[in-house]
């Protein structure tokens, strides 16, 4: 299974929006609805922050979003903070069986 | 408080065998799906294996298959993954990963295991 394609970093303004892309295949993201978007501030844990596409655990913030068309899911975040500045993956969980990342995508608060 | 709490990263030489576990507590060990995720210096993250609930349903990635075996032991809430055959290139910093909402909800802080000789 190839990993999911990301770009390798974006940026964005205090306040401005962001948007993270990652890209895969019919047979992972085009074909099941179970993408997950995980931020890792440097040096810490990654953490959960968008599971099932578009739905939030409780505490993450209504900034996150995401979504997803055809073989593509998406994740943005408007409002940005300095705090949000971190590597941001996704992930797709296969058929109920086996799981794969993208990339990462480095977030810079500029 | 959910904890997930890895141990047994060490430095080991190519060929070698190690044992990670990870000791979990502050939820239903047995009722949960659990995952090892690694990342290599720099890189980002790897999934590496996955166990269901009861320890069925055991899938690796195809860089550890045969390498590596995934258990876990309900009555002491602990997840397990021992390695044999070890590369420089699985030299990375090991993460267990409980699956909820088909996602990974909750981690540990890691484990490092580095290979060389």
């Known amino acids: 299974q190839s990993a999911l394609t990301q770009p390798p970093s974006v940026s964005g303004s205090p306040g401005q929006s962001v948007t993270i892309s990652c890209t895969g295949a019919?047979?992972?993201?085009?074909?099941?609805?179970?993408v997950s978007w995980y931020q890792q501030p440097p040096g810490t844990a990654p953490k959960l922050i968008i599971y099932?596409?578009?739905d939030r655990p409780s505490g993450v913030p209504d900034r996150f979003s995401g979504s997803k068309s055809g073989n593509t899911a998406s994740l943005t975040i408007s409002g940005l903070q300095a705090e949000d500045e971190a590597d941001y993956y996704c992930s797709s969980y296969i058929d109920r069986k086996t799981w794969v990342f993208g990339g990462g995508t480095k977030l810079t608060v500029l | 408080q959910v904890r997930l709490v890895e141990a047994g990263g060490r430095v080991v030489q190519p060929g070698g065998s190690l044992k990670l576990s990870c000791s979990t507590s502050?939820?239903?060990?047995?009722?949960?799906?659990m995952l090892w995720v690694r990342q290599a210096p720099g890189k980002g993250l790897e999934w590496v294996a996955s166990?269901?609930?009861?320890?069925?349903?055991?899938y690796y990635a195809g860089a550890v298959n045969e390498r590596f075996t995934i258990s876990r032991d309900n009555s002491k809430n602990t997840l397990f993954l021992q390695m044999s055959s070890l590369r420089m290139e699985d030299t990375a910093v090991f993460y267990c990963?409980?699956?909820?909402?088909?996602?990974?909800?909750?981690w540990g802080r890691g484990t490092t295991v580095t290979v060389s000789s």
């Open positions: 019919i047979s992972d993201v085009g074909n099941f609805d179970h």
């Open positions: 502050g939820f239903n060990f047995r009722n949960h799906g």
């Open positions: 990963a409980r699956h909820e909402f088909n996602g990974l909800d909750v």
């Open positions: 099932e596409v578009s």
């Open positions: 166990i269901g609930y009861d320890g069925s349903d055991i």
